[in-house]
């Protein structure tokens, strides 16, 4: 046996797919789970009950495209995927992507990704928000997940066990049905390591939002764990989702605790000793006038997708207006069709917005949906996408959802 | 020559001029992939080159796109030659394991500190004790 294996237990059953008695598919997942787990010291692997597969082909490029279609040539029984695994948002909406000007090829690229992915046995559920739609992970279970936001909110208010998973990895996850056993798979990697004193809880959802950012500015990097305390209630679902996804993205967080909150927090033993961080209304204004601005091009409302409940609240915002510039909002395909049932999709788009589901906007040619479409000014309640999309030339704005509304129509 | 051991390492001994800066990585949010380019504003290395160059910097930061871009970028001969880190997270290490690239982190010091640009620096993952050189 390799290098490799002696590095990590591997039972009969594992040694033989790297042996490629498995096909060279699994062959290939179990020897690049073994490179990861052998550079974090990982003693062994940990069968998991679900995989999360980011693959949007502006990540994928053609490579990738090309490197998933080659698994998908496999026979059956060497490709197919050994547990439930799930995609992320897709690069486009299709039924809206003469709308957004996004050209044939990146069209091309997306079909030909999602045909890879379906032959390996994914489920093209194209969503970041699994948690609020499909089916969540229950506390304690072992999962390979591949979006952020997935990550961090299943790690800390269910209780799951997920390290983030890179689109190759979570594959190989899928295809083995393990992942190395490091990181948060791992008690001692989920303790507190600093504690953030809460002076203000936040009210709306880009507040929650730009708590995340200020979180994961002071944390700084995927190992801190941090623990909050001095909410003045418990935060619902969606502004959970909009802190940890900015948590996640400000500082590659995949791990929080809310004392009182979320369920690891009475295990936690004494947190009084760790670095505290005070952080009231004047460091969540502060983040926030970092993105400031009084006009925009394009308002989007995304990343992460759009709950049901987010999706009445704009609609409930646009009612008897008029948006004079382009308003996205996107959805997961889970959502949408409860949107239309319930007539949300038509009060937005009646109101001049435009309901997208299964993509995101930064993962859907950003940049080249900048310069077809005119757009530089973004406005959004997303704190997770004003730091991204500065990168892709935009200038970002962040502001309330209603703000948004009011900056779309004008007052 | 100034030696610095590190805690993991992975990928081929590169030799090449180093690019510094105490500032994060993230190829979706830091990169103009097409260009090999530093974009995001923010980033003190904003407008720089990172082709062929060994990229030393703090933290790895973001999402997990980096994992599938490294491997894109490999394939169209943009990637640096190498990425140093104080501290990486697992989408670094993916990343670099599908693309084949040179990865190093952690050092007993900030190596962002330690490493200037410009220097000529050594790499190898495959010593029984990885390390960073400087020539």
């Given at each position: 046996?390799?290098?490799?294996?002696?590095?990590?237990?591997?039972?009969?059953?594992?040694?033989?797919?790297?042996?490629?008695?498995?096909?060279?598919?699994?062959?290939?997942?179990?020897a690049?789970?073994?490179?990861?787990?052998?550079?974090?010291?990982a003693?062994?692997?940990?069968?998991?009950?679900?995989?999360?597969?980011?693959?949007?082909?502006?990540?994928?490029?053609?490579?990738?495209?090309?490197?998933?279609?080659?698994?998908?040539?496999?026979?059956?029984?060497?490709?197919?995927?050994?547990?439930?695994?799930?995609?992320?948002?897709?690069?486009?909406?299709f039924?809206?992507?003469?709308?957004?000007?996004?050209a044939?090829?990146?069209?091309?690229?997306?079909?030909?990704?999602?045909?890879?992915?379906?032959?390996?046995?994914?489920?093209?559920?194209?969503?970041?928000?699994?948690?609020?739609?499909?089916?969540?992970?229950?506390?304690?279970?072992?999962?390979?997940?591949?979006?952020?936001?997935?990550?961090?909110?299943?790690?800390s208010?269910l209780?799951?066990?997920?390290?983030?998973e890179?689109?190759?990895?979570?594959?190989?996850?899928?295809?083995?049905?393990?992942?190395?056993?490091?990181?948060?798979?791992?008690?001692?990697?989920?303790?507190?390591?600093?504690?953030?004193?809460?002076?203000?809880?936040?009210?709306?959802?880009?507040?929650?939002?730009?708590?995340?950012?200020?979180?994961?500015?002071?944390?700084?990097?995927?190992?801190?764990?941090?623990?909050?305390?001095?909410?003045?209630?418990?935060?619902?679902?969606?502004?959970?989702?909009?802190?940890?996804?900015?948590?996640?993205?400000?500082?590659?967080?995949?791990?929080?605790?809310?004392?009182?909150?979320?369920?690891?927090?009475?295990?936690?033993?004494?947190?009084?000793?760790?670095?505290?961080?005070?952080?009231?209304?004047?460091?969540?204004?502060?983040?926030?006038?970092?993105?400031?601005?009084?006009?925009?091009?394009?308002?989007?409302?995304?990343?992460?997708?759009?709950?049901?409940?987010?999706?009445?609240?704009?609609?409930?915002?646009?009612?008897?207006?008029?948006?004079?510039?382009?308003?996205?909002?996107?959805t997961?395909?889970?959502?949408?069709?409860?949107?239309?049932?319930?007539?949300?999709?038509?009060?937005?788009?009646?109101?001049?917005?435009?309901?997208?589901?299964?993509?995101?906007?930064?993962n859907?040619?950003?940049?080249?949906?900048?310069?077809?479409?005119?757009?530089?000014?973004?406005?959004?309640?997303?704190?997770?996408?004003?730091?991204?999309?500065?990168?892709?030339?935009?200038?970002?704005?962040?502001?309330?959802?209603?703000?948004?509304?009011?900056?779309?129509?004008?007052? | 020559?100034?030696?610095?051991?590190?805690?993991?390492?992975?990928?081929?001994?590169?030799?090449?001029?180093?690019?510094?800066?105490?500032?994060?990585?993230?190829?979706?949010?830091?990169?103009?992939?097409?260009?090999?380019?530093?974009?995001?504003?923010e980033?003190?290395?904003?407008?720089?080159?990172?082709?062929?160059?060994?990229?030393?910097?703090?933290?790895?930061k973001?999402?997990?796109?980096?994992?599938?871009?490294?491997?894109?970028?490999?394939?169209?001969?943009?990637?640096?030659?190498?990425?140093?880190?104080?501290?990486?997270?697992?989408?670094?290490?993916?990343?670099?394991?599908?693309?084949?690239?040179?990865?190093?982190?952690?050092?007993?010091?900030?190596?962002?500190?330690?490493?200037?640009?410009?220097?000529?620096?050594?790499?190898?993952?495959?010593?029984?004790?990885?390390?960073?050189?400087?020539?």
């Open positions: 046996m390799t290098a490799l294996s002696d590095a990590m237990k591997l039972s009969e059953e594992e040694k033989a797919m790297l042996a490629g008695a498995a096909g060279p598919a699994r062959q290939w997942a179990i690049h789970q073994l490179q990861v787990g052998r550079y974090f010291g003693r062994d692997l940990v069968p998991v009950a679900q995989a999360h597969i980011m693959a949007d082909t502006e990540s994928l490029g053609e490579a990738g495209i090309a490197w998933l279609e080659g698994w998908a040539a496999l026979p059956q029984m060497q490709r197919r995927v050994r547990v439930p695994t799930m995609s992320d948002p897709r690069g486009t909406d039924a809206a992507a003469a709308r957004l000007k996004h044939p090829w990146m069209i091309e690229r997306e079909r030909r990704a999602a045909a890879a992915l379906a032959a390996l046995g994914v489920l093209m559920t194209d969503t970041c928000i699994t948690y609020q739609t499909i089916m969540p992970p229950v506390f304690g279970e072992h999962v390979a997940y591949g979006d952020t936001g997935v990550v961090i909110y299943c790690n208010v209780g799951a066990r997920s390290n983030f890179g689109g190759p990895s979570a594959l190989a996850a899928a295809l083995t049905g393990r992942t190395p056993r490091y990181g948060y798979h791992l008690d001692k990697c989920r303790r507190p390591s600093l504690r953030i004193e809460l002076q203000w809880t936040p009210r709306d959802l880009n507040e929650w939002g730009a708590l995340g950012g200020v979180v994961g500015r002071l944390a700084g990097d995927y190992w801190a764990v941090p623990l909050i305390v001095g909410v003045d209630r418990a935060p619902g679902s969606d502004e959970l989702k909009h802190f940890g996804a900015a948590a996640a993205s400000y500082g590659s967080l995949a791990l929080f605790h809310i004392d009182g909150v979320t369920p690891e927090t009475p295990r936690l033993g004494d947190a009084g000793r760790l670095p505290a961080h005070a952080v009231g209304e004047a460091e969540i204004r502060a983040f926030q006038r970092g993105y400031g601005g009084d006009g925009a091009d394009v308002v989007v409302f995304a990343a992460p997708q759009l709950s049901l409940v987010e999706m009445h609240s704009l609609a409930g915002l646009l009612d008897g207006r008029r948006a004079r510039i382009p308003l996205l909002a996107i997961s395909p889970q959502v949408k069709p409860d949107a239309d049932r319930m007539g949300l999709s038509r009060r937005i788009e009646e109101a001049g917005g435009t309901v997208l589901s299964g993509m995101c906007f930064y859907s040619y950003a940049r080249e949906m900048a310069e077809a479409n005119g757009w530089h000014r973004l406005a959004t309640n997303s704190a997770k996408l004003v730091n991204i999309i500065g990168g892709y030339g935009y200038r970002p704005i962040l502001l309330s959802m209603a703000e948004c509304v009011d900056l779309a129509c004008g007052k | 020559m100034t030696i610095f051991y590190a805690d993991a390492a992975m990928g081929p001994r590169v030799c090449g001029e180093a690019l510094v800066a105490a500032d994060g990585f993230s190829a979706r949010y830091d990169l103009d992939r097409s260009r090999g380019v530093f974009s995001r504003p980033h003190k290395l904003c407008g720089r080159s990172y082709l062929g160059r060994i990229l030393v910097l703090d933290v790895a973001g999402g997990v796109a980096t994992a599938w871009m490294l491997h894109e970028m490999g394939a169209r001969c943009m990637l640096p030659l190498a990425l140093v880190l104080n501290r990486v997270n697992p989408i670094m290490v993916q990343g670099a394991a599908l693309a084949g690239l040179t990865l190093v982190s952690g050092f007993a010091c900030d190596i962002t500190q330690r490493v200037r640009s410009g220097a000529t620096v050594e790499i190898d993952p495959t010593a029984e004790r990885p390390f960073l050189r400087i020539l």
